[in-house]
């Protein structure tokens, strides 16, 4: 009896990697963006861990001003907020940084917060506020690009119009206009309400305005998708649009709304800094890395940390998400532009 | 080329338009702003609120109140703020105009400077540590905030070390006009100069740097070397010019809209009392005319700009011309 093996393909020549597996090992080579990765990961870890830090360490509420409270600080009771340096003794001069794990860690604020504690609890609502708006944004990029790009006609002129017309305001006058009006009323359209002091509202006025950054070139890769032959072929053999949406197109938007991920969430953050620095951003109690600096402002030459700390958390993060995203584009596609 | 520029004003003007609907329809038509009773103050009674609106006209249809809004901006100029009454808003605009103008400028300067050579070095050490450690540089330099590091400026400079040899002759915050003392104009902007233009020297040299990489694949730089050229004079006399083109279109973007109040974070930070500034007083008081009139302005500068930019663009290069 003879052992007939059975010769399969596979063996002689096993299956390429795909497109995303090798995306994959190439980023994961990526010293840089690994690293950032990591960053990021951590800095997200902490500021999730916010309340525990608050509760056992900080032992404060960082939410509740403290202004006639005492912490103990070299073996001796010590105002929080004590009186100014200045000749006069006007004003008061919030508790300086200790440097040591525990309460006031990064001193207090000008109302007797805890720094520290507010920074991580800071830090949530900045990630917030810029991973939504940039999933916002992604969305109706990804949505209003395709549609322009593959059905073309009327459909294309009217949401590249409404991209134009968007794109032709200064960004960061938009942003500014859309949140005074919003800010002061919230919204209350019908079906959608929402509340003033809401962090929907940054999220939302965040995620629309940068939209035509990655509507257009989506929709410039899909005018370019579309006249592909795969494409032609299957519209050749009459699939249903849906299924060529699906199948053919979106799997090519993808790796692009990729790349732009990371950058968009950088955008984002850095706009949602400075609108609550300029107060029209996340709304008091709550905070965020911009808000801190805004309250830092009026203590920066008593106590700079206050304004220091949050800003350098920002850079940290926001230059994590810009090597990812260079690493991204490196991995998955090299010549995606933003802005374009 | 007649005919390109003609298209490109009229497409201007329709997009000027467009801009001013958006803007008054955000500020008097959204859902809930209700600019009357935003005038009249907290917890003021209907019939102050009636009379509000007929002050100001709050009461007739929305496109006669655009139509007078517009008026008032452009042709008779005399529309006043809601909040210091008689106080015109179109003039103030005017006024501080200049001041954005020195910090943009002065601040776009520095940054051409800085990314070109910054761009260049990287592109000619490609690779190397040099290479790395500049675009390294430039890209914290697109992560910080701006206004952070303009409150840093300010706490190194005016605080600290405001009393060391280094810092002493930096002027308290604040605009001094160049009519006055131009050396005074020069001292109290140096330090906002380098803020602004922080980001987009970063910004440019990355952009410099990826597009002289890809001009230096071209065939003419190849007919360049081949002739015997010196790499230098390769990369600085034919490949820079070439690479130019794009940071000459993100620059006409950019400084219309610093121009139009992109630079309001770095004037607040700084108490430069300029375009930006007025809007920002403006939020705090929410002082609708004077936030539109801001707004509009500006858009009118970054879409005037825009339409340069693209003018320039097709004076140069004759693909970008309107075909018959």
Known sequence: MSQATELRIDDIAPPAPGYWATAMRKLRRDGAAMTALTTLIVIILLCAAAPLYARDIAHTNPFESNLSGTVLRHGKMVEVLGAAHNPLRLGVEPIGPSWKLGPYMLGADGQGRDVAARMLYGGRNSLLVSFAAAVICLVLAALTGILAGFFGGWTDRAISWLLDALWAFPVFLLAISLSVVLIAHGIDIGPIRLDASSL???????????????????RGLVLGLRQSEYVLAAIGIGAPSWRILWFDILPNVISSLVVFAPLIVALDMLTEAALSFLSIGVQP????????????????????????????????TVLALNILGDGLRDALDPRAKLRN | MAGTVLRRLAHMIAVLFGISVLVFLIFFATPGANPAARIAGKDASPQTIARVEKQFGLNRPLPVQYALMMKKLFVTRNLTSFVNLGEKVVPQVFKAAPVTLSLVSGAAVIWIGFAILIGALAAAFRGGWIDRLLMVLSLIGISMPVFWVGTMANLITQGAYHHTWLFSWVPPLGYIPFSRSPLGWFKALVIPWITLAILYIGLYARVLRAALIETMQEDFIRTARAKGLSERQVLLRHALRCSLVSVVTLFGLDFGVLVGGGALLTEVVFGLQGVGYLTYQALETLDLPMIMATVIYASVFVVVSNAAVDIVYAAFDPRMRVRR
């Open chain 1, 285 to 316: 109690p709550a905070a965020s890395w911009g808000t801190i600096i805004h309250n830092g402002e009026s203590l920066i030459y008593t106590r700079p940390i206050v304004a220091i700390a949050p800003g350098l958390a920002i850079v940290i």
């Open chain 1, 200 to 218: 929907a509202l940054p999220i939302t006025i965040i995620g629309v305005i940068y939209v035509p950054y990655v509507a257009r070139p989506v």
